[in-house]
């Protein structure tokens, strides 16, 4: 079907462990994006991409990385993770950078304790 | 750095009221999302907006962006319970790369 899924939905760490999150789209979109959602903070830009190998630093992007080996695919890794990161994930993709709307992924519940 | 405001933070309606929320930014901006999310769900787009003065609806919702492209309105009329959620701006700032995503609005219906 097409979309775009994440995976897993839910998942718990241990702080300083290296934990990835998946994110798969059918669209061929060539953007891609990584958003974190805190209360109080609202959605914001981790890393995003604009086609395979190429990525760029968001809002808050310390501590995470991110590869695009190939377009429908853009995961992001917590090299080490800390509690200050336990968020919702979000990955999201679109025709555009910033010129139209974009699609969200169902999100990605991490807690590290 | 530039930063997109929303208001109120919650608003809490009976149905059949009407609801509206706002968004400001500092700077300019070329364009304006709107997102609606769901409680446990992800954002979904809406609607953008990209000229000064524009007004676009989708059925109950109107939206509009300002004359000076720094303020964007969603109003929505005579609320249902499928419109509990939260919505969210974004903007682009025409100055440079910046795109940023207001806090949003947490709407609850009360039936």
């Known amino acids: 079907d097409a979309g775009i899924t994440q995976s897993p939905r839910y998942k718990i760490t241990e702080t300083g462990r290296q934990v990835t999150l998946m994110c798969h789209q059918t669209?061929?979109?060539?953007?891609m994006f990584w958003y974190r959602q805190d209360l109080g903070h609202g959605l914001r830009l981790i890393y995003y991409?604009?086609?395979?190998?190429?990525?760029d630093k968001g809002e808050v992007p310390d501590g995470y990385v991110v590869s695009r080996s190939k377009t429908e695919n853009f995961p992001l890794t917590l090299e080490s993770a800390t509690r200050s990161q336990t968020s919702v994930y979000f990955c999201?993709?679109?025709?555009?950078?910033?010129?139209?709307?974009?699609?969200f992924g169902q999100g990605t519940r991490l807690t590290v304790v | 750095g530039q930063q997109v405001m929303q208001i109120p933070q919650y608003q809490h309606v009976q149905e059949g009221e009407d609801f509206t929320t706002y968004c400001n930014s500092s700077?300019?901006?070329?364009?304006i999302q709107w997102y609606k999310q769901r409680p446990g769900g992800h954002p979904v787009f809406l609607i953008q907006?990209?000229?000064?003065?524009e007004v676009k609806k989708q059925k109950r919702l109107t939206f509009q962006f300002g004359e000076a492209k720094k303020n964007s309105s969603l109003h929505i009329t005579a609320t249902q319970t499928t419109d509990v959620g939260t919505y969210f701006c974004?903007?682009?700032?025409?100055?440079?790369?910046?795109?940023?995503f207001g806090t949003g609005t947490s709407l609850t219906v009360i039936p």
């Open positions: 999201a993709s679109s025709e555009s950078k910033w010129n139209w709307g974009a699609f």
């Open positions: 669209w061929s979109h060539s953007y």
């Open positions: 991409s604009a086609a395979a190998d190429i990525t």
């Open positions: 700077t300019t901006l070329s364009n």
């Open positions: 907006l990209v000229k000064s003065g």
């Open positions: 974004a903007g682009l700032a025409d100055t440079g790369n910046q795109f940023y």
